[in-house]
């Protein structure tokens, strides 16, 4: 294997029983290799089940899987790609109100605001509550809101972190 390593973390905050191997064999071809999930119930949505999964792949690894999992809209997931010399991280995240929002993510874990973006907000917006609305969209923020509740209720459980990417 070449190139720039990574790693990340996939959350799937919900998905229904049915996608789980589907899941399984979408990660599995991402990362080359067979992958085996520990699924447990997601109690913030009856029905539904949860998993995390810390992966070491190629930069770009966190864009494969978040391009494989898109249109699956009965999930809510997110995706981390740590940033490495020469490449930033980046976030992605999905609910099925929502459909996926993506952006880049530095070296301490904050996602970066793009230039254009502020200034569009800043153009398009003709008071500080529209511009306030703009840039909480550019950050996220309503991924978050709906995000939070699936979050807590996986509080507690263990990610296998893997660690000596080179």
Not at 25 to 40: D, G
Not at 105 to 117: A, K, T, W
Request: glycine residues 8%; aromatic residues 8%; charged residues 20%.
């Amino acid at each position: 294997m070449t190139g720039t390593y990574t790693r990340g973390v996939l959350f799937v905050h919900s998905t229904p029983p049915a996608l789980c191997p589907h899941i399984e064999w979408v990660l599995s071809k991402v990362i080359e290799c067979e992958i085996h999930l520990e699924w447990v119930k997601q109690p913030a949505l009856n029905g539904t089940f949860r998993t995390e999964y810390a992966w070491v792949g190629p930069v770009g690894t966190g864009a494969k899987l978040a391009s494989a999992l898109r249109g699956w809209d009965h999930m809510r997931y997110e995706i981390t790609e740590e940033p490495v010399r020469g490449s930033n991280g980046a976030r992605w995240c999905h609910t099925p109100d929502l459909g996926i929002f993506h952006a880049p993510m530095d070296v301490c874990g904050n996602l970066v605001i793009l230039e254009d973006q502020v200034r569009n907000a800043m153009e398009s917006s003709t008071s500080l509550a529209e511009i306030k609305e703009a840039l909480s969209l550019a950050m996220g923020q309503p991924w978050d809101d709906e995000l939070e509740t699936f979050r807590k209720a996986g509080d507690g459980v263990a990610v296998r972190w893997l660690h000596q990417v080179s």
